[in-house]
């Protein structure tokens, strides 16, 4: 008897071992997709003017909301509307990063590497963690809200170094989430809930890398 609840158990263990493992592989799938299709809607709307962008920014936020109402009936659905999201957010943001390309080509690939290793160890350590980081999460939140209003400061005052401030504090911030959002990716056992998960990661992934754009592109001492 012992020995059967010993099996069960050990059972049990390595069932949800493989259950995390499979929904790790799965969500890093989902959020390399939707990274290439950002990167391709990035390069299609290269010459895009910031009127199409707004659009296609309203249109992917809407691809993000109606992912939450189609995973009830289709999970097929959750996905493509992943993929529309991260092909619509890239066109959305392609004329900022074909400015920026156009200013200094070499911050592109200089703000890539960064946003890799940035995520690949704020990834790691929120993972590996055993502390509770929901406390880190609630605080990255008022502190993105606190950073929304100083960037709508700086839009009518010019504060000295203010954009660099602007992004190293949006780094600050989207470490913590990184952190969050791999622990997240851990603790749950829901293959359903990749797609979500890879969306938090991509959003993490995207603001990353925009913010070291702007660090990259010296475009703050402007």
């Given at each position: 008897m012992t020995e059967s609840v010993a099996y069960q158990q050990q059972y049990a263990g390595t069932t949800g071992r493989d259950q995390v493992h499979t929904l790790f592989a799965q969500t890093m799938g989902y959020v390399a997709a939707t990274t290439a299709l950002f990167a391709l809607g990035a390069w299609l709307g290269r010459d895009l003017t910031g009127a199409v962008g707004i659009v296609a920014f309203i249109a992917a936020f809407a691809c993000l909301i109606g992912m939450r109402f189609a995973a009830r009936t289709s999970m097929q659905l959750t996905v493509g509307l992943l993929g529309a999201f991260g092909l619509l957010i890239g066109l959305a943001v392609a004329p900022t990063v074909a400015y920026y390309g156009s200013m200094d080509p070499q911050a592109l690939w200089e703000a890539g590497g960064a946003t890799a290793l940035f995520i690949a160890g704020f990834g790691a350590a929120g993972y590996a963690t055993r502390r509770d980081l929901t406390v880190v999460a609630r605080v990255c939140f008022w502190a993105l809200v606190a950073l929304i209003v100083f960037g709508i400061v700086l839009i009518f005052v010019n504060i000295?170094?203010?954009?660099?401030?602007?992004?190293?504090?949006?780094?600050?911030?989207?470490?913590?989430?990184?952190?969050?959002?791999?622990?997240?990716?851990?603790?749950?056992?829901?293959?359903?809930?990749?797609?979500?998960?890879?969306?938090?990661?991509?959003?993490?992934?995207?603001?990353?890398?925009?913010?070291?754009?702007?660090?990259?592109?010296?475009?703050?001492?402007?």
């Open positions: 000295p170094g203010g954009a660099l401030i602007y992004s190293i504090l949006g780094l600050v911030i989207f470490a913590g989430y990184t952190m969050f959002d791999f622990q997240r990716l851990r603790q749950s056992q829901d293959i359903n809930s990749a797609p979500f998960l890879a969306a938090s990661i991509f959003l993490d992934i995207l603001n990353v890398f925009l913010f070291f754009l702007s660090i990259f592109s010296g475009q703050e001492g402007n």
